[in-house]
Each structure stands twice: as C-alpha cells, then as structure tokens.
C-alpha cells in the first residue's frame, strides 16, 4: 500500500461525518467549502463502506415501494 493511501487510511473523521458526506453525494447537492473539508478529514474506507450501505438502502426501499404499490392496487 503506498504512503499516500495509509496516511488517508489514517484521517480523524468519524463514520458519521462520513455517512453525512455521502447521503449529500446522493442528493448532489453540497457546497464547495463543505466538500473540500469532507476530502481532507474523512476517511476513504468509511467512504466505500457508507457507499455501499446507502446503495443498499436505496435499492431495498426502491422494491419496498415498488412492492406497496403493486400491492395496493393502484397499478392495476
């Protein structure tokens, strides 16, 4: 692993500023200051892991309502 990679590996933030960074990523909504703090303190592994949570979540609540409504009868 390079040097460059362990020392991000290594940066302070927590799973919840993380888990803040990327649910505004998927809006695609986020100020210039906000995004530059979020590159230099959070950690690129928390980034992978809140990403694939927050797909996951996405995905399952799509065929929850994809589901409801088929249910209820409106796509009849």
Do not use: C
């Not at 799973?15 to 703090?37: E, P």
């Amino acid at each position: 692993m390079s040097e460059d990679l362990r020392h991000a590996a290594q940066r302070p933030g927590s799973f919840w500023q993380t888990l803040k960074a990327v649910a505004w990523s998927f809006f695609g909504v986020r100020k210039s200051s906000d995004y530059a703090q979020d590159v230099a303190r959070i950690n690129p592994v928390h980034v992978i892991v809140a990403g694939v949570l927050a797909a996951l979540v996405f995905v399952l609540g799509l065929v929850w309502l994809v589901r409801w409504i088929i249910a209820s009868g409106v796509a009849q």
